[in-house]
């Protein structure tokens, strides 16, 4: 990723310039990006860079003391402040052209586990999301740090920089809630369609990762287990008292990594995901349907991933019991195959495909998605969400009942 100083509050500009030694000059000050990955052995630091980007000698006082907010996991966030490196004055001179990195350090807090979120107090910085290995694989850390110490130059510091933060992290950003243990599962969105009713269609989904390791790059079973919920509504808008058709309760545990390791010329990522599921609609009587299922998902993504990419995920599964629907497989069969294009920050097409054991029964289910904010402005999150539904089964009520295909629009948080 690229180097983006981050500037310090206006405030504290404010203190610099009054204190150098020319009138209207002041100094650049930012705060470096630190590396995605940190060792829990190593004090947490954050290094702020002071260059002289004027004609003129600057004399500088530098804080002995910053103060982050630590967000991490379940816990509030809590302060935690980083004393400035003993060899480091309290003034400094800097020659036009020169730049000096002051450091600041403190002990991670022992709590500090998994992803942990570091806002810094008084800066007008975004906050930084920092993974903290308490393993003992801890080489590619000490590698970024010593990058970084062997910079000589601006420009090279800030390619120590940009290289410590590209280094592979266990987890992205846009798949981290609460810091590693919430975290999104399957789409979640509102969207309404009509094809004879009006069937509004909404869902969301979490996943809750069970434990967090010392080692995030684990692919132990206990360090990856996770409990996941998704739950999905049909609604008739245009029925009297506008009723919900069908609710589906989808509670899962199961293990799953991202990246299993498994390395191949023909992909770029495989991950695995494997466990017990139950989905019913919570009826009772003629309308009750429940199925629980034992199930195994291959993930592979193909090209670069950062970028426009093929992901094809296809989830097999058994049915371990039914209830209300014992030839389900007749129009579900056991297989979800998910077949995903597009690129993180662009348009992204996914249809999952589903054919039954009985005939051509069986069904499509196409969603499209582009980021709101390429659309009206960087301030919106969430997605423009456009999906096409045809077959059996939209709802596991009427699993073998045949709908007319219906198309939606409407708003996506996550897909």
Not at 17 to 23: D, V
Not at 25 to 30: E, G, L, Q, R, S
Not at 103 to 115: I, N
Not at 175 to 203: H, M, V, W
């Amino acid at each position: 990723m690229p180097y983006r100083p981050r500037r310090l509050s206006s405030t504290h500009a404010l203190l610099v310039s009054t204190l150098c030694a020319s009138g209207a000059a002041h100094a650049t000050v930012a705060v470096l990006q630190p590396a995605r990955e940190a060792a829990a052995s190593q004090p947490l630091e954050l290094t702020l860079l002071y260059t002289d980007d004027n004609a003129k000698v600057l004399a500088i006082d530098v804080p002995k003391e910053l103060t982050v907010n630590l967000t991490n996991g379940d816990l509030p966030p809590a302060p935690v402040t980083l004393t400035r490196d003993p060899k480091v004055p309290d003034r400094l001179r800097l020659a036009p052209g020169q730049y000096r990195r002051v450091r600041f350090s403190a002990p991670w807090p022992d709590a500090a586990r998994g992803t942990v979120k570091l806002d810094p107090v008084g800066f007008d910085a975004s906050p930084m999301l920092v993974t903290i290995n308490r393993g003992e694989s801890q080489t590619q850390v000490a590698a970024a740090e010593h990058r970084e110490t062997q910079a000589t130059t601006p420009a090279q510091l800030a390619t120590a920089t940009a290289a410590a933060n590209t280094q592979a992290a266990p987890t992205s950003t846009a798949d981290t809630l609460l810091s590693g243990r919430f975290s999104t599962f399957e789409p979640i969105y509102f969207a309404d369609g009509k094809n004879g009713d009006n069937l509004a269609k909404f869902q969301f989904s979490f996943k809750y990762r069970l434990h967090l390791p010392d080692d995030p790059r684990s692919r132990g079973f206990l360090d990856n287990l996770y409990f996941g919920y998704t739950q999905t509504a049909i609604w008739n808008l245009s029925a009297e008292s506008v009723p919900f058709r069908d609710i589906s309760f989808q509670p899962q545990l199961f293990y799953y990594v991202q990246d299993t390791g498994w390395n191949s010329p023909l992909y770029t990522r495989m991950g695995m995901a494997a466990g017990i599921g139950h989905e019913s609609n919570g009826k009772s009587g003629a309308d009750s349907r429940a199925i629980n299922i034992a199930f195994v998902r291959p993930t592979w993504e193909f090209g670069d991933l950062d970028s426009n990419h093929l992901t094809l995920s296809p989830k097999f599964y058994y049915y371990l019991s039914k209830s209300g629907n014992q030839d389900i497989a007749d129009y579900r069969g056991y297989v979800d195959f998910l077949v995903k294009y597009g690129s993180p920050d662009g348009l992204q097409l996914a249809t999952t495909l589903r054919k039954g054991t009985k005939h051509w029964y069986g069904s499509v289910d196409s969603q499209l998605t582009y980021p709101l904010a390429k659309l009206i402005g960087s301030a919106w999150g969430g997605y423009v969400f456009v999906s096409y539904f045809n077959g059996y089964g939209e709802d596991i009520l009427d699993y073998n009942q045949r709908h007319h295909w219906i198309a939606r629009i409407g708003y996506s948080i996550a897909r």
